[in-house]
């Protein structure tokens, strides 16, 4: 390890860059599922552009989260129980 950080510090930094990770996918689909429905669609172009600038924002959130959660895994020397589960099911598609 190149910090004196113990493994137990680094696992519950993981676990609370992973439970955030959890809550940013689910309100950037929140936001994205409100741009794509008709029935609660935004009143004007500018509500709609709005949203759509959030669900980014939300989404490049995300992307730090998921490179910090590398690190962490890196820093354990290995992948972390669970997280290749929570990587399968990610929203975003890798470009």
């Known amino acids: ?8 510090v680094i696992r519950d930094e993981l ?3 992973e439970d955030d990770l ?5 309100t950037a ?6 741009v794509g429905e008709r029935a609660d669609e935004p ?7 709005t949203l759509i600038e959030n ?5 490049a959130l995300i ?3 998921e490179a910090r959660r590398s690190k962490l895994q890196a820093e354990l020397g290995g992948r972390f ?6 990587q399968a099911s990610r929203m975003l598609p890798r470009g």
């Open 55 to 59: 669900a980014e924002e939300q989404e």
């Open 81 to 86: 129980p669970g997280a290749g589960r929570r």
């Open 1 to 8: 390890m190149s910090t004196a950080r113990s493994r137990a």
């Open 15 to 17: 676990r609370l860059v």
């Open 63 to 65: 992307e730090g989260l």
């Open 22 to 26: 959890t809550q940013v996918r689910r």
């Open 43 to 49: 009143t004007d172009p500018a509500e709609r552009a």
């Open 29 to 34: 689909a929140s936001l994205r599922e409100r």
